[in-house]
């Protein structure tokens, strides 16, 4: 079983649209949790970390469920820049990060 | 900003040569990794590093080495390189946040096409 389960998509949505992403997570014991942009071929990048209270940074939520063990973000208004690969990765202990395989997101004109 | 710089953005080796990829971070971070990125099969551990000269293997360390003299550089070694490890290769390196979580930068990447 993987630790960290995505749903690949694609998610393929106009702009201006809502959409939202989740991922499941295997292990009890994980402390931190992060969503990551990854454009083609290029590195990821932090977009959020992601807290048991929720977050919103601008027109991106995020939102960890500790009890049913997914994490979640929601991407309001998207743009055409918002297109990428979106990684959910949660963090066991100061060297165990896993990485989900990514959610392929493609906003439409 | 954090900076993690690679030494090569795209390599081509042949097989059985040795090659070396090299990563320099700038921010006095203790921790340094390095994946390997696969269509399909996501970013998968390969070392990593918690201090000077000090490293573990992570998930699929067969073939590689690596090297840590100096906390800010972390080198990834193929041995004798083969076409199965062509690949994208991510350099990592995490802190801890203000808000006591872990988190992980990465540099651009070498994509190694062996041949």
């Known amino acids: 079983r993987k630790e960290v389960e995505q749903d690949p998509g694609p998610f393929n949505v106009p702009e201006g649209a809502t959409v939202a992403f989740n991922c499941t997570y295997s292990?009890?014991?994980?402390?931190?949790f992060f969503w990551y942009r990854q454009d083609c071929r290029k590195e990821p990048k932090l977009l959020m970390s992601?807290?048991?209270s929720g977050n919103e940074d601008g027109r991106f939520t995020a939102q960890l469920n500790r009890a049913s063990q997914y994490i979640s973000l929601l991407i309001r208004d998207s743009k055409l820049s918002d297109s990428a690969t979106y990684l959910c990765?949660?963090?066991?202990?100061?060297?165990?990060?896993?990485f989900g395989s990514g959610t392929k997101l493609n906003v439409k004109p | 900003d954090v900076k993690v710089t690679q030494s090569s953005r795209y390599l081509v080796k042949r097989t059985g040569e040795k090659v070396f990829l090299e990563c320099v971070q700038d921010?006095?971070?203790?921790?340094m990794f390095w994946y390997r990125q696969d269509p399909g099969l996501g970013l998968r551990l390969i070392y990593f590093?918690?201090?000077?000269?000090?490293?573990e293997k992570g998930d699929i360390p067969e073939g590689y080495s690596v090297s840590r003299e100096k906390k800010e550089r972390f080198s990834l070694i193929l041995e004798s390189a083969s076409t199965n490890q062509t690949s994208m290769y991510l350099c990592?390196?995490?802190?801890?946040?203000?808000?006591?979580?872990?988190?992980?930068?990465f540099g651009p990447g070498t994509r190694l096409t062996v041949t």
């Open positions: 990592a390196s995490s802190f801890i946040s203000t808000s006591s979580s872990y988190e992980q930068y």
């Open positions: 292990n009890s014991a994980s402390q931190s």
């Open positions: 990765v949660v963090n066991i202990a100061f060297n165990k990060f896993y």
């Open positions: 590093s918690y201090d000077v000269k000090m490293k």
């Open positions: 992601v807290y048991s």
């Open positions: 921010m006095d971070h203790e921790n």
